[in-house]
């Protein structure tokens, strides 16, 4: 679903251009509203939430899938934790659809999707465990990685249940924002997978901008 913003990018109180293949990391409290921006078009941004609180709670795809009754994410989805509570809402989105099944990018996944050559290629994972021990700051180990939405990637399911990694649906200036339920980790990997057309084989920089939240 196409939902515009009603938030001025310049009134964020933060922005952060991330390049490809790095990684962004914050904390955004109850309220605070998160926009992901594509700056150049058919860009994957791989990213986990977290109880800021505790973050054994976390993002949970199945949990998201089945209250919602659908696979797709977009404006209108409320994102579920591992104990099936609202952690952030999906409140505009002028790309239409967001994968959240086809997983992100790792050693592992390259050599058996790919090739054997290709296991020592930079992946989401690797920017996540990066984060992860450049800012302990947040509490994070490396069993707390679990599932993730892939931002502006298509991964179109086939009728036999499999998964594809199709051109992508977004392009330049498309944008998602998403309103924390609770205070939340945000934990993003721009993605620099090369093996297949979700960054269209030439992974460019995403911006993020945070607002404070709307006084009650």
């Given at each position: 679903?196409?939902?515009?913003?009603?938030?001025?990018?310049?009134?964020?109180?933060?922005?952060?251009?991330?390049?490809?293949?790095?990684?962004?990391?914050?904390?955004?409290?109850?309220?605070?509203?998160?926009?992901?921006?594509?700056?150049?078009?058919?860009?994957?941004?791989?990213?986990?939430?977290?109880?800021?609180?505790?973050?054994?709670?976390?993002?949970s795809a199945s949990d998201?899938?089945?209250?919602?009754?659908?696979?797709?994410?977009?404006?209108?989805?409320?994102?579920?934790t591992n104990l099936n509570?609202?952690?952030?809402?999906?409140?505009?989105?002028?790309?239409?659809?967001?994968?959240?099944?086809?997983?992100?990018?790792?050693?592992?996944?390259?050599?058996?999707?790919?090739?054997?050559?290709?296991?020592?290629?930079?992946?989401?994972?690797?920017?996540?465990?990066?984060?992860?021990?450049?800012?302990?700051?947040?509490?994070?180990?490396?069993?707390?990685?679990?599932?993730?939405?892939?931002?502006?990637?298509?991964?179109?399911?086939?009728?036999?249940?499999?998964?594809?990694?199709?051109?992508?649906?977004?392009?330049?200036?498309?944008?998602?924002?998403?309103?924390?339920?609770?205070?939340?980790?945000?934990l993003i990997s721009n993605?620099?997978?090369?093996?297949?057309?979700?960054?269209?084989?030439?992974?460019?920089?995403?911006?993020?901008?945070?607002?404070?939240?709307?006084?009650?």
């Amino acid at each position: 679903m196409i939902r515009e913003s009603v938030l001025d990018l310049t009134a964020a109180k933060t922005r952060d251009i991330v390049n490809a293949g790095d990684y962004f990391i914050r904390r955004i409290g109850a309220g605070e509203t998160i926009r992901i921006i594509d700056l150049e078009g058919n860009q994957a941004a791989d990213t986990l939430f977290f109880n800021a609180a505790d973050p054994s709670e976390r993002y949970s795809a199945s949990d998201t899938v089945r209250e919602q009754g659908a696979l797709y994410l977009t404006a209108g989805s409320k994102l579920k934790t591992n104990l099936n509570r609202d952690i952030l809402e999906i409140v505009a989105d002028t790309c239409g659809r967001h994968d959240t099944v086809g997983g992100a990018c790792s050693s592992e996944s390259n050599t058996v999707r790919y090739d054997l050559e290709k296991r020592f290629m930079h992946s989401c994972r690797d920017s996540w465990m990066l984060a992860i021990v450049e800012h302990e700051e947040f509490g994070l180990a490396k069993e707390d990685i679990g599932h993730n939405i892939n931002f502006f990637m298509n991964v179109p399911v086939t009728p036999s249940g499999g998964l594809e990694f199709a051109d992508g649906v977004s392009a330049s200036g498309k944008y998602v924002e998403l309103t924390a339920r609770m205070d939340a980790i945000v934990l993003i990997s721009n993605c620099p997978q090369l093996n297949n057309p979700c960054n269209a084989y030439n992974p460019t920089p995403i911006e993020v901008a945070i607002w404070s939240a709307a006084p009650v």
